[in-house]
């Protein structure tokens, strides 16, 4: 035992050597080594994110129709509360809620931290938070923290704009820029250009001391950066138009859709009803939202360019083109009319008109809107080919090139292509015997065919311009950059040579000046306009109002479409309303009483 | 009566003292870490300062029933314990509850139940006993595997518990068996081994196979004789063959997060959200004590909750943050204090039994030591370890308590203990 007695030494200096060898480490990282020191003041940071404030958006001629007002967020530190009096009633009058909601969003806030801020209320309005605001010194711990909301000084172009609405959690996995509670565009302009508006949050950083207490900027500031503001949007629309458009269509369903021809600029985009933008901003958001989305006229819904209706007379001008393309008739071939038994096709079987002269030529049946004309032109044009499935393909291919069954791919997020059957759709439905005759609807724009108005305002268009389009779209200049996208300024051709627009055009003419015309009550002192009426059956209640036109016939600045749901006949509700509207915009007042 | 009078005299006091000063130093930093500026000052039996109150008391009273319990109960049952352990330590395999990666523990209502920790004490008991009246050298080979199986069974049980730091802390009967006869080749053997480990991890084998190669011809010029230098050459041989199998050890054996643990630690990964989070948060919390510390309290890293398990594997962190350099080393000067005491009073001990009994003690406190302090400053890897009386849990606060307590009674009776 005593022989391992200097070993008892070395255990011991073992012991020892390691213990200064950790000594001498910890010595390094505490007194040598300066990396894992944050500040003398032994600090930590704080992020504190900056909003950015939304671009503003305006209408063609810069006039501001989307504007950002100051608001407030109304914050707590539940801490600072804990154990001061506070005249709790006083403070839930000035701020308007009941004493169980106080509690209870005291609660919320006191659980997610006690001396962090979190938001009490959010996005009180400037007149709320500047009466509580006097008050507030009454009440520690809390304040208010500056943020901006979407203001709307017209209550116009709803469904042009948009709104915004909270981020949900699937968007902020998308894309990081979100966190919870920031909000977004959820349609229109705001969605549809929501990277150009949304601009950069900015970010500031603090020094925190143990106590969560701020201590002052991180050095100086150097890290900070700014918010910067969102793009502003120039869009395309005419805001006195859109807000005259508006108010003639008020009590009424339906959609206006006006485009200049020359651009396919969108001079005014009306679905009614609508509803008033300001009541999605702020505090009552989601409260009114609620409301408005269970109205039963559904106001949120675009009719412009979601909704799909039969179109009616006015495709008569369609078939009327393709007829002429095809050889099918000329312009001087007349077809006679039995009035009330107009055209048979199939045996007793008839599709009615009205009485008027007859025989009628292509210009005359266009001024008239003669269903039997027409239903005649579409045989015709079937028996042109070898069979009646390459009639209707070729027939198909050219309707098509006019935008009907596609989706517009313009820059609105949503919209409908409408229906254009394909003839497998009819070989299935008929069995393979069908002709002209079996779907002789199609000829005078009823059967399956649906067309969005703003699909028809294009079509407009494309006659106005004998032959081509531009893509029917609402922005006219994004802020910062040079042009809009060129798929905006391509020029787009349908399948009909523009010789053959003449007789359809000066048809459309004859609608509204000539004697027989039946948009009579369009005549404006002065301007002669080019339309077509149309009358879409309704079984379910009164046929829909429908009437499209352009001004003036040569070099066009105005091609619209206006569709009124149950509002008779063409006549009745749409030619009106889409006179007045062009005599708006081309006399900039009101000429015709 | 004047037998028990003499024994509360020959009580080591010091020790006694140290270990007081330790757990009351190590219940204010559980306090510190756990504080926040919510909580009140009172006492809260759920969180865990309040607990850790509860454990101390209890602490205190079993080290006073271990000091007064007559030493040949330990002596005599020594081997009654070792095997309840071991027992124990089969059981919680099969019925423990797994947490924080190793399977180790019961579970009894609230409170949570260690057999490892147990199982050192009992451990050192079974083999002073057995060593006792034998001298190493004079012994059969059967006595030796005896001797070492004594060690390895409770070791690979909780190596099978996935407790990789609790196995490591068997290790520490190295150092008793070399007191007590030993080989120091073996010691030496060790460090070679251990720098060898290391070194092949930081450098390509083809690299550290050369300069090995170069080191062993040098050698060749001084040792020429023949048997000499057989001897280098199947040195050499061998210390390939063992960089290779170190390799093979590393990339095959371990699992992945030692792995990066061991890489992180050579600077070889950085991982800041896995294993190299712990290791750079420790640091910072550490090195932002400076020399004097932030004050009581007014640790950021703690206060915020940067550093994970602050007030178990890494409590050393709020001392350091807290306390600064002088802090730690006060608390370093005192516990290796306490270590030095035990190691000056088993030396003195006249029978085998209670001096390995307090080797035993001593280096094992030390292998916790060296792991857990030399974890959190970044000189090992990340090992989960108690702090020895300083960390929060019951099961090793009174683990640590009885196996100090019962070398604290062998001591009071070391006149009467003859062999």
């Known amino acids: 035992m005593i022989k391992f007695k200097n070993r008892y030494r070395i255990v011991t200096v073992i012991i020892i050597i390691i213990t200064i060898i950790f000594l001498c480490k910890l010595f390094y990282i505490q007194v040598v080594n300066d990396n894992y020191k944050f500040s003398a003041n032994n600090n930590v940071l704080r992020y504190d994110v900056q909003q950015a404030v939304r671009g503003l958006i305006y209408d063609r001629d810069s006039n501001l129709i989307v504007a950002n007002v100051p608001a407030y967020d109304l914050m707590i530190i539940p801490r600072e509360l804990k154990n001061k009096q506070i005249d709790t009633l006083k403070f839930c009058r000035l701020v308007g809620i009941t004493k169980e909601k106080f509690i209870i969003k005291y609660n919320k806030a006191a659980e997610y931290s006690a001396y962090k801020e979190s938001v009490f209320i959010k996005h009180l309005s400037k007149e709320n938070a500047s009466t509580l605001g006097e008050n507030l010194y009454e009440f520690s711990g809390f304040y208010l923290r500056k943020l901006t909301m979407r203001d709307y000084p017209t209550n116009s172009a709803t469904h042009v704009i948009g709104y915004l609405g909270e981020v949900n959690l699937r968007k902020t996995k998308e894309d990081k820029y979100y966190t919870k509670g920031d909000l977004a565009g959820v349609n229109g302009v705001e969605a549809a250009y929501e990277y150009n508006l949304r601009g950069t949050k900015g970010m500031k950083i603090h020094l925190v001391d143990v106590h969560s207490r701020n201590q002052g900027k991180f050095q100086d500031g150097k890290f900070d950066t700014l918010a910067i503001q969102g793009n502003s949007i120039t869009t395309t629309i005419n805001i006195k138009l859109q807000e005259y458009g508006e108010k003639l269509m008020k009590n009424k369903i339906g959609a206006i859709v006006a485009i200049e021809p020359s651009s396919g600029e969108i001079l005014t985009l009306v679905s009614s009803p609508s509803y008033n933008p300001n009541l999605l901003v702020g505090r009552k958001r989601s409260k009114n939202y609620n409301i408005i989305s269970k109205d039963k006229n559904k106001p949120l819904f675009n009719r412009a360019i979601q909704g799909t209706y039969p179109p009616g007379s006015t495709f008569k001008l369609i078939n009327g083109l393709i007829a002429l393309q095809e050889g099918a008739i000329t312009e001087y071939n007349q077809f006679s009319c039995g009035g009330d038994y107009g055209y048979s096709y199939a045996k007793d079987k008839y599709v009615g008109c009205h009485a008027h002269k007859t025989p009628l030529n292509l210009i005359e049946g266009i001024e008239i809107s003669c269903n039997s004309y027409f239903c005649t032109l579409y045989d015709k044009y079937f028996n042109k080919f070898d069979s009646n499935i390459d009639a209707y393909n070729n027939w198909n291919k050219h309707v098509s090139s006019f935008g009907v069954g596609k989706y517009m791919n313009n820059d609105f997020l949503t919209g409908a292509p409408g229906k254009l059957p394909k003839s497998s759709y009819f070989e299935n439905l008929y069995k393979g015997s069908w002709n002209a005759n079996t779907i002789i609807s199609m000829s005078i724009g009823q059967g399956e065919l649906l067309l969005t108005p703003i699909q028809m305002a294009n079509i407009t268009a494309i006659i106005a311009n004998r032959g081509f389009y531009y893509t029917p779209h609402i922005v006219k200049k994004i802020s910062g950059q040079e042009a809009i996208d060129t798929f905006f300024t391509q020029k787009k051709y349908c399948s009909i040579e523009p010789k053959f627009f003449d007789p359809i055009i000066k048809g459309m003419r004859e609608v509204a000046n000539g004697r027989n015309g039946t948009a009579q009550n369009a005549k404006i002192h002065g301007l002669e306009i080019c339309g077509k009426t149309g009358t879409a059956e309704n079984p379910h209640g009164e046929d829909h109002s429908i009437f499209v036109a352009f001004y003036p016939i040569d070099e066009p600045k105005i091609a619209i479409a206006v569709y009124v749901e149950n509002g008779g006949w063409g006549s009745t509700w749409a030619v009106p309303i889409a006179s007045l509207m062009i005599d708006k915009y081309i006399n900039k007042k009101i000429t015709n009483y | ?419």
């Open chain 2, 1 to 419: 009566m004047r037998q028990a009078k003499n024994i509360f005299a020959n009580i080591d006091k010091i020790s006694i003292i140290l270990y007081l000063f330790l757990m009351i130093f190590g219940w204010i930093n559980i306090y510190a870490s756990q504080y926040n500026d919510d909580t009140a000052f009172a006492i809260d039996l759920s969180s865990r300062y309040g607990k850790q109150l509860f454990f101390i008391l209890i602490a205190c009273f079993i080290a006073f029933l271990t000091l007064i319990i007559d030493w040949k109960f330990y002596y005599s049952l020594s081997y009654i314990f070792y095997i309840s352990i071991i027992l124990l330590l089969i059981g919680v395999l099969f019925k423990g509850s797994v947490a924080g990666g190793s399977n180790s523990w019961f579970e009894l209502g609230a409170f949570k139940f260690q057999p490892s920790e147990f199982a050192k004490f009992t451990t050192a008991l079974a083999l002073a006993k057995y060593y006792n009246n034998i001298h190493f050298k004079k012994i059969s080979l059967l006595d030796k595997l005896k001797t070492y199986a004594i060690i390895l069974l409770p070791f690979l049980l909780i190596i099978l518990q996935n407790d990789l730091g609790t196995s490591l802390v068997f290790s520490a009967f190295v150092l008793v068996l070399y007191r007590e006869g030993l080989s120091g080749n073996i010691l030496i053997f060790g460090l070679i081994i251990s720098i060898l480990f290391v070194i092949t991890l930081l450098l390509k084998k083809i690299v550290l196979i050369s300069i090995l190669g170069g080191l062993f011809l040098l050698l060749i010029i001084f040792y020429h004789k023949k048997k000499e230098i057989i001897a280098l050459v199947s040195i050499f041989i061998i210390s390939t063959l063992f960089i290779f199998s170190v390799n093979h050890i590393f990339n095959k054996v371990l699992a992945p997060h030692q792995k990066t643990r061991i890489n992180v630690l050579l600077g070889k990964e950085m991982d800041p959200h896995g294993a190299g989070y712990n290791l750079i948060q420790s640091k910072i919390a550490i090195g932002s004590g400076g020399i004097i510390g932030k004050g009581f309290l007014n640790g950021t890293q703690t206060r915020f909750d940067f550093v994970p398990e602050q007030s178990t594997d890494f409590i050393f962190c709020t001392i350091g943050e807290e306390w600064g350099f002088i802090g730690g080393l006060f608390f370093i000067i005192l516990f290796i204090g306490l270590l030095l005491r035990i190691l000056f009073l088993a030396e003195r001990q006249r029978s085998n039994f209670s001096r390995i009994y307090g080797y035993s003690t001593a280096t094992i406190l030390f292998l916790h030591f060296l792991i857990n302090i030399g974890m959190t400053i970044g000189l090992l890897p990340v090992i989960g370890i108690p702090l020895p009386f300083i960390s929060y849990g019951g099961s090793s606060l009174i683990g640590f308590t009885i196996l100090l307590f019962i070398f604290l009674n062998l001591d009071s009776y070391r006149l009467q203990i003859l062999r």
